[in-house]
């Protein structure tokens, strides 16, 4: 575990604790507001965010800013990172070997970040966080709370692209964690 963000990113541009690290061009470390009351975890980098080093900027990136927009909130006010750092071979969900090899740097974000909300983006977020048991079909939309954070499943934005219902819920959801910032804001 790091105490400081230099050497937890040093220490990942020079990880090959899994197979990803033969193909990536870049690592996608995380972006993003350090001190943010609310963490974005998604799943792993696809083909632009693998070629830019930048979480969440291909299309599912930029349908999920647009919702930002639309709700009035800020992508720069959040932290943003997912379960792996390595772009999983033709967008294939990351392999268990791969989710757990990776982990520990997204808990090491997680403690330097401190969030009191962590939105989990989709399956693979959801089960790697929060355990196996969690089904994101059923959880969305709920809040779940673990050793002091709250956490809001939901859809992974990818989702959202091929199915305009999940879009609605996706809305919903994030508008209750709008209305949870704001009521933590005014404690
Ligand atoms: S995905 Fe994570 S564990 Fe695997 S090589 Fe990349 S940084 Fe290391």
Redesign the pocket.
């Known amino acids: 575990m790091y105490d400081n963000w230099e050497e937890l990113e040093e220490s990942?541009k020079n990880?090959?604790?899994?197979?990803?690290?033969t193909n990536?061009n870049n690592?996608v470390f995380g972006e993003g507001n350090k001190q943010a009351k609310v963490m974005f975890i998604g799943e792993?980098p696809g083909a632009d965010e693998d070629s830019q080093g930048i979480p969440f900027v291909g299309k599912a990136g930029q349908l999920m800013n647009k919702c930002f927009e639309g709700l009035g909130i800020k992508r720069q006010e959040f932290y943003i990172a997912n379960i792996?750092?390595?772009r999983p071979p033709s967008n294939r969900v990351?392999e268990q070997d791969?989710a757990d090899?990776?982990l520990d740097?997204l808990r090491n974000q997680v403690v330097l970040v401190k969030p009191e909300i962590i939105v989990l983006l989709g399956s693979t977020a959801l089960k790697n966080i929060l355990g196996k048991e969690y089904g994101i079909t059923s959880s969305r939309g709920k809040w779940v709370e673990s050793k002091g954070i709250l956490y809001m499943p939901t859809w992974h934005p990818a989702a959202l692209l091929r199915d305009e219902n999940k879009k609605i819920e996706f809305w919903q959801d994030l508008k209750e964690v709008r209305k949870k910032m704001e009521s933590l804001s005014e404690r």
Do not use: N, Q, S, T
């Open positions: 990942i990880c090959k604790k899994c197979k990803l690290c990536r690592i792993g792996v750092k390595c990351p791969e090899a990776c740097y």
